[in-house]
């Protein structure tokens, strides 16, 4: 897909778009290599006035079988505790300090650490046959890590009891129906699907997208009582930014608006 120094995965941008591969045959498994790279590909794409929006995506058959288990099997709880520090705090604190969306493209599968790196991001594509699973009950007889607070939070502890404590898979169809994923769409024209948002959000004014990012962000832990004066201050703020003249220009002589802030 391109020249670049990376082991575990695929980087290019093309037409204002990252793309990231996760490509790690067989199940594009997850260790500190791969994790360390996926850091360094956001990075890379975040610094690019080039890209206006990060697409990250698995090769084969699915986005991730989630961590390696063979890497991670001599552990003890140091060890582990380390590792998860750098997959799990580093990866929200990369993920949430972007400048541009992240849209996560999901075919086939995402299972545990996959479902990590997908609701880090923005937004979630999924084939409509492809599911989400969170097996770390049974399959390391320990909870899933920071999917007891993402899976609450969207789908309520009921819901998410179920799925952490069974560690059954969810397809993507009751995932979109649920408000777990953004939506579903037919496996064939997925790619072109994922896309076309990116590319419209491509459009979109970079500095307009940045501030709505990191109001979203901000917003997610605020009390009722902070949110008034963040969300005035934000509007009202943005009104004196040169893409704000333009759109509103732009919206009245029935145009594209050229952006200023690149």
Not at 154 to 173: D, N, Q, V
Request: net charge negative; charged share 25%.
């Amino acid at each position: 897909m391109s020249d670049s120094p990376y082991n575990g995965l695929q980087y290019l941008v093309e037409e204002g778009i990252a793309h990231i591969v996760l490509d790690r045959p067989p199940l594009n498994l997850i260790d500190e290599v791969l994790t360390r790279e996926y850091h360094e590909a956001l990075r890379c794409a975040d610094a690019n006035v080039d890209c206006k929006v990060i697409v990250l995506s698995g090769a084969g058959k699915g986005l991730s079988g989630g961590l390696d288990i063979k890497f991670l099997e001599t552990f003890e709880r140091v060890e582990m505790e380390q590792f998860l520090r750098l997959f799990y705090v580093d990866t929200l604190a990369i993920c949430r300090s972007l400048s541009k969306p992240l849209i996560t493209m999901v075919q086939g599968y995402a299972r545990e650490g996959a479902c990590t790196l997908a609701f880090a991001g923005d937004l979630i594509i999924a084939a409509d046959d492809a599911d989400f699973g969170y097996p770390a009950v049974p399959n390391l007889a320990g909870p899933p890590g920071m999917h007891v607070w993402f899976l609450q939070r969207l789908i309520g502890r009921m819901k998410a009891a179920e799925l952490i404590y069974t560690g059954e898979p969810i397809s993507a169809r009751d995932a979109s129906s649920m408000g777990l994923i953004t939506k579903a769409v037919p496996a064939a024209s997925l790619k072109a699907e994922t896309f076309r948002l990116a590319s419209k959000i491509a459009a979109m004014s970079p500095l307009a997208i940045q501030r709505t990012r990191e109001l979203l962000f901000a917003m997610e832990d605020m009390t009722f009582s902070e949110v008034p004066d963040v969300a005035l201050k934000a509007l009202s703020e943005s009104f004196s930014s040169e893409d704000s003249k333009e759109a509103r220009l732009a919206f009245r002589e029935k145009r594209k608006p050229n952006w200023r802030n690149k």
